[in-house]
């Protein structure tokens, strides 16, 4: 625990200007990301008597170990990079909302020459309109099935639409209306993107109009005795009749507006986005989080504003945001969400009328979702503390292994040898963490020694990464050179238990890869999978833990993560050189003329009959590359055909040799 006096800046060395401040911890990481009016006025606060802070705010000044900052001209300049900052450096003590499941969305791809529509998830692509989101994907496909009888718009994948195109025969929507099948040009591109536009404008709540028009065309129909015509019409009104019902009206001014609730307890927050379009709720999603910082609601509203707009512009950003509670700089908030959206936004809390109720419901789905979410994390925060606790007393520790790293080697009869790192903290994956190995140190299969290498590599740059941040020698708050991003750095932080997945052989290899290295901190276990016995360094026996442990059970969570990552990455190796090109040894050959030279030609078998004047015809080939690659392939031996490891299948040469992309793909 740090004492703040020992890094708190000198009087007057604080500007009274608006800025961006950083806490950082010894380790240099970024641990808080906070903005100010007056950086002078606000660090101040924290640096006042310990007893006299807030509990959360006291643990965040005790853990860092240096401030510092950066002046801006303007408050909207400070929100802008304190959100940029958040989201770059991930502070542990900021609020950080996160979505509890990935939304999805109804998108229409208008970036492609015959637009599609389909159920998005994920980030935003560019070029595609999106409506939404909406709770259940049920909900978007009942929706669009609805909309395809008026607005038959493709809505199959390119290799369906691709394979239609060359058979001449449309998919069963095709047959049964519900597309106007562009793939066999029942109409041209421009009609189809037309009827996307039409979709388009529907979905966004332009209802009225389009209405009002099929039912002039049903009488006119009617009027002229085209009867069944008239009746598709009418059909086709019902239809989207039916669509605009799952969307009540619920503002009757057809405002455009996001709607945001909070529901808080002393320890969590949970927050609520109704999004109006049209009067109508078009998409709704939700937040939980941790109260890791002293904020009130206000501050709340201004994290979720940000977390909400942060990454939006245009449309995106609507007219009016109702909040429960206005932000300390509403003038800045209000500022730069009309920056964001290109023209002026209203931020206010709603007094009385219909958008109060709304709140009042928002609300109370907030307080739902906080409920919902504390029933579930009450038995998983139980259930993984109960674990965390058997393995420390098994293993006899002294303290709860709140990061646990597990080791584990993957190869195929020697072959492509590699390990996998997967890291578990607080009894759950830290994905970003994950890191993988190929085994250098030899060649062929040895467990033990493929054991030994790997952890004596991981744990040689975790020692190069604290001498190099000056933890060794260096005063606290000290700044190295090349030592001011903040960044998590790869291998930086030591867990407090090591797994590896095998027995005694294997655990003494590790022990000895960190006895070599001095370190005598960090405990290590094994997991034997014939009698999932976990073995410790020196013991003869293992210890044995019972079947309904939930120690056990997280042990065999890790050993299988680090399983599975391990194998995933000895399979790909394995596929990218079974999958290689007897042109890879043509010199000067880059990625993009290999990959003209097997579109030109369809196969490597093809390129192998044609002459050096063929070879010469496609784009960027010159005579003495052509000859490299004749003489090239004429040495290369025919390899076996590849297997695709998925299906079984044998990949012919004549369906195509897969030439490696820089990207990791293949093409064929």
């Known amino acids: 625990m740090a004492d703040p006096s020992s890094y708190r800046p000198k009087p007057g060395q604080i500007p009274d200007s608006p800025g961006v401040y950083k806490f950082r911890d010894e380790h240099r990481r970024v641990i808080y990301v906070g903005k100010a009016k007056s950086l002078r006025q606000r660090l101040a606060n924290y640096f006042q008597d310990l007893a006299g802070l807030h509990p959360r705010t006291r643990t965040m000044v005790t853990t860092a170990a240096s401030v510092e900052w950066t002046v801006v001209s303007t408050e909207v300049e400070a929100l802008q ?392 020698g260096a005063e606290v708050g000290e700044v190295t050179a090349d030592d001011g991003d903040g960044r998590p750095k790869r291998f930086a932080y030591p867990p407090q238990l090591v797994i590896v997945d095998g027995g005694q052989p294997q655990v003494a290899a590790a022990r000895r890869a960190l006895e070599e290295l001095g370190i005598d901190d960090v405990a290590v276990c094994g997991i034997a999978k014939r009698m999932e016995e976990v073995w410790l360094p020196g013991e003869d026996d293992p210890v044995v833990l019972p079947r309904t442990s939930e120690g056990l059970y997280l042990i065999q969570r890790v050993r299988d993560t680090a399983h599975d990552f391990a194998i995933r990455y000895q399979r790909s190796k394995r596929t990218k050189r079974l999958r290689t090109s007897p042109l890879d040894a043509v010199p000067g050959l880059g990625e993009t003329r290999k990959q003209s030279l097997i579109k030109h030609f369809g196969s490597v078998k093809r390129l192998r009959q044609a002459t050096i004047e063929q070879i010469c015809e496609v784009p960027g080939m010159g005579r003495k590359t052509a000859e490299a690659v004749v003489v090239a392939l004429a040495h290369a031996v025919p390899t076996a055909p590849a297997v695709n490891t998925a299906t079984g299948e044998i990949i012919e040469e004549h369906e195509g040799a897969a030439v490696t992309t820089e990207d990791g793909g293949s093409t064929t």
């Open 81 to 472: 990079l304190e959100y940029s900052w958040i989201k770059e450096f991930d502070p542990r003590f900021n609020v950080k909302y996160r979505d509890d499941k990935s939304y999805p969305y109804l998108a229409v791809t208008m970036n492609e020459e015959f637009p599609r529509v389909q159920v998005m998830r994920g980030a935003k692509r560019k070029g595609v309109r999106y409506f939404g989101p909406y709770a259940h994907a049920w909900a978007i496909r009942e929706t669009v099935d609805l909309m395809l009888r008026v607005f038959p718009v493709r809505t199959c994948s390119a290799g369906v639409f691709k394979n239609a195109a060359r058979t001449g025969r449309p998919c069963l929507l095709g047959y049964i209306g519900k597309c106007s099948a562009p793939c066999v040009e029942r109409v041209s591109p421009e009609e189809h993107r037309e009827l996307a536009d039409q979709f388009c404008d529907f979905m966004a709540g332009r209802t009225g109009t389009y209405l009002r028009r099929l039912e002039k065309d049903m009488a006119a129909a009617a009027d002229d005795m085209e009867y069944e015509r008239a009746a598709r019409l009418r059909d086709d009104i019902e239809a989207l009749k039916r669509a605009m019902e799952k969307n009540a009206v619920v503002l009757a001014d057809a405002t455009d507006a996001d709607l945001i609730a909070v529901a808080e307890d002393e320890l969590e927050a949970a927050v609520q986005i109704f999004h109006v379009r049209g009067g109508r709720v078009r998409g709704q999603r939700g937040w939980v989080t941790d109260k890791v910082e002293a904020v009130d609601t206000a501050g709340l509203v201004e994290h979720a504003l940000q977390q909400l707009y942060g990454e939006e512009s245009g449309d995106a950003v609507p007219k009016e945001v109702l909040v429960p509670a206005l932000p300390e700089d509403l003038a800045a908030v209000t500022q730069w969400l009309s920056g964001r959206r290109g023209s002026s936004v209203s931020l206010r809390i709603p007094q009385r009328g219909d958008k109060k109720d709304l709140m009042a419901t928002v609300g109370r789905n907030a307080q739902q979702a906080l409920v919902l979410h504390k029933t579930k994390r009450a038995s998983d925060l139980t259930t993984r503390s109960r674990a965390l606790e058997e393995i420390a007393v098994a293993l006899d520790l002294d303290s709860a292994p709140l990061r646990i790293e597990c080791f584990d080697i993957s190869h195929l009869q020697g072959e492509d040898v590699v390990a996998s790192m997967v890291v578990f903290e607080d009894g759950l994956p830290r994905k970003s963490e994950y890191r993988r190995f190929q085994i250098k140190g030899f060649e062929g299969q040895d467990d033990v020694r493929s054991m030994h290498e790997v952890i004596s590599r991981r744990f040689r740059r975790y020692l190069a990464e604290k001498e190099r941040t000056g933890e060794w």
